[in-house]
């Protein structure tokens, strides 16, 4: 991503918390300039601090990119934040608010609306995006060049698949922390020390995350591990009566609570 007319125009940060500072954390490495970012939250961070961004000032009158990363929550008393800004792309990250809610509080703005997730603090994210009805095709490729600095971004076909894309991605690495977990507790319960049955699991889950980036079928991979009457044929039998339900629960949970969220 080339950053110069956005570190020209400015970018401004409405919310600075745990998803806004994984992305800015991505963007200062890729090369945003921090004297351009103005970030507008009421409680910044040590580490938003230390990083030279603008912070809680009067922010550009037209920049580059307004990115909106308050709780859902939060939204309605912090958007007229924002009213004063005019020829800006609007981002918002936020699960459930649905696009009509930035237009009613904000009047004809550009907007697009994205789905990232916290693995963008080291570059691996992935970002889901759709506009409203007045971002253009241009809007649409600058929102994918500055999500595109921390991750893959995929764009929908409409609003109503974020929900969907909230179950899966957005809450999704909450899923694979938690299975790094309990693969962990489970290997200290077969009596491995606390710090190598972490260490396993973890390793575990990078190594088989990074075999499943090249592109080959899950179902393949699993199958390379499986020998005929082996210890994992022994394992999945347990594995395999349980997870597809309990992981379509978990992810129509996450994708109802999404919609709830909106209304
Ligand atoms: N944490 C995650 O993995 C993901 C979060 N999101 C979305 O990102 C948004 C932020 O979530 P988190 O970063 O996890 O929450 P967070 O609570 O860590 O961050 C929210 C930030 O907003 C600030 N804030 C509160 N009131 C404000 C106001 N009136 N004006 C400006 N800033 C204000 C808070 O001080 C805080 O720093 C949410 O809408 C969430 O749905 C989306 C995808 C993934
Ligand atoms: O838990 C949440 O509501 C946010 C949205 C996706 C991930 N975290």
């Known amino acids: ?129 759709v506009g409203n009805g007045a971002a253009t095709a241009a809007d649409l490729d600058l929102a994918e060049g500055f999500l595109g600095a921390v991750g893959e971004v995929v764009r929908l076909d409409a609003e109503a698949q974020v929900d969907a894309v909230t179950g899966v991605s957005g809450s999704g690495p909450a899923y694979v922390f938690h299975m790094i977990e309990t693969m962990a507790a489970a290997g200290e319960a077969e009596g491995l020390s606390r710090e190598l049955a972490l260490r396993l699991a973890r390793a575990t889950v990078a190594g088989a995350g990074a075999l499943a980036m090249t592109g080959e079928d899950p179902a393949r991979l699993r199958e390379n591990v499986t020998s005929p009457n082996g210890t994992t044929q022994a394992g999945l039998e347990v594995l395999m009566a349980e997870l597809p339900d309990l992981m379509a629960r978990t992810v129509a949970a996450a994708a109802r609570r999404s919609r709830e969220l909106a209304g």
């Open 1 to 129: 991503m080339d950053f110069t007319d956005i570190n020209r125009r400015g970018v401004v940060l409405l919310g600075c918390g745990k998803m806004g500072s994984a992305m800015l954390a991505g963007w200062l490495e890729g090369g945003l300039a921090p004297a351009s970012v103005t970030v507008i939250d009421p409680a910044p961070s040590d580490w938003l601090r230390s990083t030279g961004v603008v912070l809680n000032a009067d922010p550009p009158a037209a920049p580059a990119v307004t990115l909106i990363a308050v709780k859902p929550q939060m939204m309605g008393e912090a958007l007229p934040a924002l009213r004063g800004l005019s020829d800006t792309l609007f981002v918002t990250v936020a699960a459930g608010t649905p696009i009509a809610a930035y237009e009613a509080a904000l009047g004809e703005i550009r907007l697009v609306r994205a789905m990232p997730n916290t693995p963008a603090a080291v570059g691996r994210g992935i970002t889901a995006i």
